[in-house]
């Protein structure tokens, strides 16, 4: 069982940066690949970024590309997503999830955290 909790959410002015992280206790967390998707205010929720279990694969949302990276510690079971350049339409919940490829679509996915609020103001 994987579960992975957010962090690092918060409130920032449009262009600036934030870091948020994403931790699994568990024992097979560098069996899996992990992603980042983010559900805005009113709409459905969209992918952001995924990384393999290795780290050497990732896959981007054309909205975030250049924007947004993607990285991980294995040793320290945390996914991250650095975001620069942050736009107001960049607001949502942001999830993590974890899953055994990287795939864009939501359903590949098998474990989610709760999510973690992102505001970015104009």
Do not use: H
């Not at 449009?14 to 206790?25: D, K, V």
């Not at 952001?48 to 079971?77: E, H, M, P, Q």
């Not at 359903?107 to 973690?116: A, K, L, N, S, V």
């Amino acid at each position: 069982q994987v579960q992975p909790v957010e962090s690092g959410g918060g409130l920032v002015q449009a262009g600036g940066s934030l870091r948020l992280s994403c931790t699994a206790s568990t024992r097979t967390f560098s069996n899996y690949a992990m992603a980042w998707f983010r559900q805005p205010p009113g709409k459905e929720r969209e992918f952001v970024a995924a990384i393999s279990w290795k780290g050497d694969s990732t896959l981007y949302a054309d909205s975030v590309k250049g924007r947004f990276t993607g990285s991980r510690d294995n040793a320290k079971n945390t996914v991250f997503l650095q975001m620069n350049s942050l736009k107001p339409e960049d607001t949502a919940v942001y999830y993590c999830a974890a899953g055994p490829f990287v795939r864009a679509a939501a359903e590949e996915y098998d474990y989610w955290g709760q999510g973690t609020q992102v505001t970015v103001s104009s």
